[in-house]
């Protein structure tokens, strides 16, 4: 299991790359290896808005289906299509392959997120 030490993680296993104030949002090597061979991406619109914790998205793989759960609150920037069009790129490369980029609220929000020590952890007891 690969764990990027510029990441933050969540107990749902996606990880967040924060530059200023966008941050990308994917979903971790942990949870792409737990999925599968993933078949389907759904992403929300540009300038849908989320609060945190709500669902914005769905990965499907051949073992099954999982909701994706923002992380902090924000407004849609991005959403990378490339993953729309070609879902084995979350397999082949989970942190180069982001799923949505957010403009972010409140930075309050990123402090109960995990470090990578943390997350490893974290994935260690779930086995």
Request: aromatic share 10%.
């Amino acid at each position: 299991m690969s764990v990027l030490k510029n990441l933050l993680y969540t107990e749902e296993h996606e990880w967040l790359k924060v530059e200023g104030n966008k941050v990308y949002i994917g979903i971790t090597d942990y949870a792409q290896k737990a999925l599968g061979s993933i078949v389907y991406v759904e992403l929300p619109e540009v300038d849908e808005e989320f609060s945190k914790g709500e669902v914005f998205g769905v990965v499907e793989s051949v073992k099954a289906a999982s909701d994706i759960f923002i992380p902090v609150t924000g407004k849609i920037l991005e959403a990378n299509e490339d993953t729309v069009d070609d879902p084995s790129l979350i397999n082949s490369a989970a942190y180069d392959n982001w799923l949505i980029c957010v403009e972010l609220q409140d930075e309050a929000e990123l402090e109960g997120l995990m470090k990578a020590e943390e997350y490893e952890d974290f994935c260690s007891k779930e086995e």
